[in-house]
């Protein structure tokens, strides 16, 4: 994966279209990088999404504007994103996308913009898993998770490895995802905190929902990454 390179004079916000490479496939990205950024989080998409997620970009232009750096990506490439569409084969496929995630993070811990920087990981439902594997699997890079209506108990045997602080948002009305984190919460030893968003569903769509999301998020990982 090549370097990213800015150019003297653009604006202190500055945003590029990306290819990266995991696996041996090629996937999208986009990268934002304020200019005195010292921190960039990672997203992990659910189930479905892709990087141009609407809540997901909500959250991230917020943390831009907080100057954080921000990465979305696709956990798949353009072909098995076809197959995907028609079977959902890859959906659930949480060693799929962790594995991809941890070469993102690899190059993110090496690129010549980027090197330099905290990191964070911002994952929603099934891709909460894949970033606390993640987690798991890279202690040294990752300060910190945040996960938005996630599924964290399906890192399984990973739970118990994650060091990096961590935060688990979850709709006060989205009483089966609830449970499930609550189990999770179960098997963490780095003291996870679970954070209620008062009537929210799954999706958090009702008004303020997304707010107390992203408040919580710039919270979090200001504390945990600079």
């Not at 279209?17 to 921190?39: D, F, G, V, W, Y």
Request: glycine share 8%; proline share 5%; aromatic share 4%.
């Amino acid at each position: 994966m090549a370097p990213v390179q800015w150019l003297p004079g653009e604006p202190l916000m500055q945003s590029r279209a990306i290819a990266l490479a995991a696996e041996h496939k090629t996937l999208q990205a986009s990268l934002t990088l304020p200019l005195q950024a010292r921190a960039l989080v990672v997203f992990a998409h659910g189930s479905g999404s892709n990087r141009t997620s609407p809540r997901n970009t909500a959250v991230a232009n917020r943390l831009n504007d907080a100057g954080f750096g921000t990465l979305l990506f696709d956990l798949l490439s353009s072909d098995e994103n076809r197959v995907d569409v028609a079977t959902c084969e890859y959906r659930f496929d949480i060693d799929l996308s962790a594995r991809r995630l941890v070469e993102v993070i690899d190059w993110v811990a090496k690129g010549e913009n980027t090197r330099n920087l905290h990191i964070g990981l911002f994952g929603s439902s099934t891709g909460a898993a894949a970033a606390l594997v993640a987690a798991a699997e890279r202690p040294s890079l990752v300060g910190a998770v945040v996960s938005r209506g996630g599924r964290p108990d399906l890192a399984g045997a990973d739970l118990p490895l994650v060091k990096a602080p961590t935060l688990l948002l979850v709709g006060g009305d989205d009483k089966e995802v609830l449970e499930l984190n609550k189990e999770a919460l179960g098997h963490m030893v780095n003291e996870p905190r679970l954070h209620l968003v008062p009537h929210a569903s799954h999706l958090f769509e009702e008004p303020g929902a997304m707010d107390e999301v992203v408040r919580m998020t710039v919270r979090w990982f200001r504390a945990s990454l600079l």
